[in-house]
């Protein structure tokens, strides 16, 4: 038999960040505990930020029966002259009957004692109070907090809990409250319960008090009002995501409102306006063909028929923000951007100050200069020195978000030069998995001179990542580097570039630097792991060669035809297995068959020939494939005489070699 089973789990105004983090698993939790507890049940689970809701419209009234299979002591262990040893009549006890009800089957070729034991599934209302303890206690929030005399804690204040099984209470205890039938809304229409006698019941009083219980209803509520908002004002609202899923979150009967601020506040730079909107008070920014507007909207979770007091409020908790901002903003410019102050500020313990690894960067950044920027040193050399300047400004103390962005706005106001201006807005790119890249080869210059530092100091005093830990996210500044690399087309090889910027530094581990760039490489490129290898194992550091290698043989590879003529040249591989390639010489007086002397004549004309690309060589070596088959065919590679055996392995290591300039084709599996 089912019945319906409605769980309320009433508390004080959930925060939007941790609990968003969390949302994802709730359900999984819930699906687990139903698991251990043989109840599985089709559910939904809602929320609001006043409560966390599970509703299942059939829940087994009992755990299904249940069969435990026992087995004991071998037969001719358990018995001695026909009479029960120790070990049976224990094994008996075990099982809770007399000897008599064991009986015997065979297991691993042996017969031993057996006994199957019934197990009467147990009511659900004996157990959704432990059910419901573990799936609370199961949550993780991050931190939570304890309230009154109780020793439980969770994330906010437990206010009430509800718990119906078809049209009946459920006694549940947890937090010090006893479940009733009794839930709370809106603030707007009162604090006291409203009793419900059904799921249908607990829904329709919500709904009719303000409290949209699902949040996909919240959401498309809010879509909805946003564009209803847009074409009456002729404007276009700038959706975040994140923050909209928040706005879902802290409220219950959403409404979206426009409000306005004084123009006055468009002189400040549009990220420090949405950043204040954003970050402090939740609000969605205001477009007009593309440009900000001096609106703003808030999604409000107040119920009234006047929201003017409502929007009044907000524009005057903005103006406040944005005076701020905008005393901060011509204080800075006033000020301008100067570095001096960062050699009073730390970057990392043993690393020095901001300065100090400043100056690290100009370095590094003038000796990229040299190959990639046509040696514009006093110019790059002045733009990573005073990349970071605007670290020490009021608006970046304010919003740490905007470092970097600000050092652009500030340097554009002084009349520096732009490369240095949009260098510095694009320092710190790629900062993230879909982030944009450095649009210039001269900010390329200074994001990677930001990046290698950072890897080759703190490699320089063993801060290296191990296992999934990374807290300084060198792993995201290797692939920052892969990207501008391949992105900017940089000769940049990881061993012979790194090693000279390496010198700077205190002594540490090389090999273990390229390997950790290696690593970062090998997980970038999307293709058979074993091809990635074969060219790296070739030797080729030039991230920008790797990435072309990978992509000719990937494309070649990747033909219908090639899997089966693949084997000829995994042979080629196996036979030089265990040769040494300091010189390998060909003497073709010594060839005795007029199959060494075709495929000496055919690889003679492709390693002669000037190749186009890499695919274009692969292609004719992998060509070489009906001459390879004819020789493996007629010649006895292992010859008898010495001379000739070596011989026509230095053939076809030649062969081998001349693969290897691309890939090493011994590390391709398909």
């Given at each position: 038999m089912q019945k319906t089973l409605l769980i309320e789990i009433g508390v004080e105004e959930l925060p939007a960040i941790p609990f968003?983090?969390?949302?994802?698993?709730?359900?999984?939790?819930?699906?687990?505990?139903?698991?251990?507890?043989?109840?599985?049940?089709?559910?939904?689970?809602?929320?609001?930020?006043r409560r966390l809701v599970l509703i299942s419209s059939a829940f087994l009234e009992k755990q299904p029966d249940a069969t435990e299979t026992l087995f004991g002591a071998p037969v001719e262990?358990?018995?001695?002259?026909?009479?029960?040893?120790?070990?049976?009549?224990?094994?008996?006890?075990?099982?809770?009957?007399?000897?008599?009800?064991?009986?015997?089957?065979?297991?691993?070729?042996?017969?031993?004692?057996?006994?199957?034991?019934?197990?009467?599934?147990?009511?659900?209302?004996?157990?959704?109070?432990?059910?419901?303890?573990?799936?609370?206690?199961?949550?993780?929030?991050?931190?939570?907090?304890?309230?009154?005399?109780?020793?439980?804690?969770?994330?906010?204040?437990i206010r009430w809990l509800g718990v119906l099984f078809g049209g009946e209470v459920i006694p549940v205890t947890t937090f010090g409250l006893k479940s009733e039938n009794i839930t709370y809304v809106h603030r707007t229409h009162g604090y006291h319960g409203i009793s419900y006698d059904s799921i249908k019941n607990y829904k329709e009083i919500l709904a009719n008090h303000s409290v949209i219980l699902e949040s996909d209803e919240r959401r498309k509520r809010i879509l909805a009002q946003?564009?209803?908002?847009?074409?009456?004002?002729?404007?276009?609202?700038?959706?975040?995501?994140a923050l909209l899923e928040e706005v879902v979150a802290i409220t219950e009967y959403p409404t979206a409102l426009i409000g306005a601020f004084d123009p006055l506040f468009l002189q400040l730079p549009p990220e420090v306006i949405i950043v204040s909107m954003k970050e402090h008070q939740r609000y969605f920014?205001?477009?007009?063909?593309?440009?900000?507007?001096?609106?703003?909207?808030?999604?409000?979770?107040?119920?009234?028929?006047?929201?003017?007091?409502?929007?009044?409020?907000?524009?005057?908790?903005?103006?406040?923000r944005l005076s701020d901002g905008l005393f901060f903003y011509e204080n800075d410019l006033k000020n301008g951007l100067d570095n001096e102050g960062l050699k009073r500020v730390t970057f990392m313990q043993g690393l020095g100050s901001i300065y100090d690894k400043s100056v690290r960067e100009a370095e590094i950044a003038k000796y990229l200069a040299n190959a990639y920027l046509d040696n514009r040193k006093p110019l790059i050399e002045r733009a990573v020195m005073y990349a970071k300047a605007d670290l020490l400004t009021d608006i970046v103390y304010e919003f740490t978000e905007l470092q970097g962005l600000m050092g652009y706005y500030y340097a554009k106001a002084a009349g520096e030069d732009p490369q240095i201006a949009l260098a510095f807005k694009e320092q710190y790119l790629p900062d993230g998995e879909e982030s944009a890249l450095p649009s210039s080869?001269?900010?390329?210059?200074?994001?990677?001179?930001?990046?290698?530092?950072?890897?080759?100091?703190?490699?320089?005093?063993?801060?290296?990542?191990?296992?999934?830990?990374?807290?300084?996210?060198?792993?995201?500044?290797?692939?920052?580097?892969?990207?501008?690399?391949?992105?900017?087309?940089?000769?940049?090889?990881?061993?012979?570039?790194?090693?000279?910027?390496?010198?700077?530094?205190?002594?540490?581990?090389?090999?273990?630097?390229?390997?950790?760039?290696?690593?970062?490489?090998?997980?970038?490129?999307?293709a058979n792991p074993s091809l990635i290898q074969a060219v790296l194992k070739s030797g080729e550091r030039d991230i920008v060669e790797i990435s072309k290698k990978i992509e000719a043989l990937h494309s070649i590879v990747e033909a219908d035809a090639f899997k089966d003529s693949f084997s000829t040249f995994k042979r080629v591989a196996n036979i030089i297995k265990e040769m040494q390639f300091d010189q390998i010489e060909v003497d073709?007086?010594?060839?005795?068959?007029?199959?060494?002397?075709?495929?000496?004549?055919?690889?003679s004309a492709v390693s002669n020939r000037q190749h186009q690309s890499y695919k274009a060589k692969l292609d004719a070596l992998f060509g070489l494939?009906?001459?390879?088959?004819?020789?493996?065919?007629?010649?006895?590679?292992?010859?008898?005489?010495?001379?000739?055996?070596?011989?026509?392995?230095?053939?076809?290591?030649?062969i081998y070699q001349s693969f290897k300039s691309v890939a090493d084709i011994k590390e391709i599996t398909l």
């Open positions: 968003l983090k969390e949302l994802p698993h709730i359900k999984k939790k819930w699906q687990t505990i139903l698991s251990t507890y043989a109840l599985e049940a089709n559910f939904e689970f809602c929320y609001t930020p262990i358990a018995y001695k002259d026909g009479e029960p040893t120790p070990a049976a009549l224990g094994f008996a006890k075990k099982c809770g009957v007399s000897i008599d009800q064991i009986s015997t089957t065979s297991k691993n070729g042996k017969e031993v004692l057996f006994f199957e034991k019934k197990i009467a599934g147990r009511a659900s209302i004996d157990l959704l109070e432990l059910m419901i303890q573990e799936f609370i206690a199961n949550l993780q929030f991050g931190k939570s907090m304890r309230w009154g005399d109780g020793e439980e804690s969770f994330i906010r204040p946003f564009k209803a908002i847009e074409t009456k004002e002729n404007v276009e609202i700038e959706i975040d995501e920014p205001v477009l007009k063909d593309g440009k900000l507007t001096n609106h703003f909207i808030v999604v409000s979770n107040a119920d009234t028929e006047d929201y003017s007091q409502v929007i009044k409020g907000n524009e005057k908790v903005l103006r406040a080869d001269f900010s390329a210059v200074v994001a990677m001179a930001n990046k290698i530092d950072s890897i080759l100091a703190l490699f320089s005093k063993g801060k290296i990542p191990t296992g999934t830990k990374d807290p300084f996210a060198l792993r995201r500044a290797v692939l920052g580097i892969v990207k501008i690399v391949l992105d900017r087309g940089f000769a940049f090889d990881m061993k012979t570039d790194l090693q000279h910027l390496a010198s700077g530094y205190d002594d540490f581990d090389f090999d273990q630097l390229e390997a950790f760039f290696l690593e970062r490489l090998s997980r970038y490129f999307e073709t007086s010594l060839f005795e068959t007029s199959q060494e002397q075709s495929l000496y004549d055919a690889y494939k009906s001459e390879i088959d004819n020789f493996f065919d007629h010649v006895m590679v292992n010859a008898e005489d010495e001379k000739i055996k070596n011989n026509r392995k230095n053939l076809i290591a030649s």
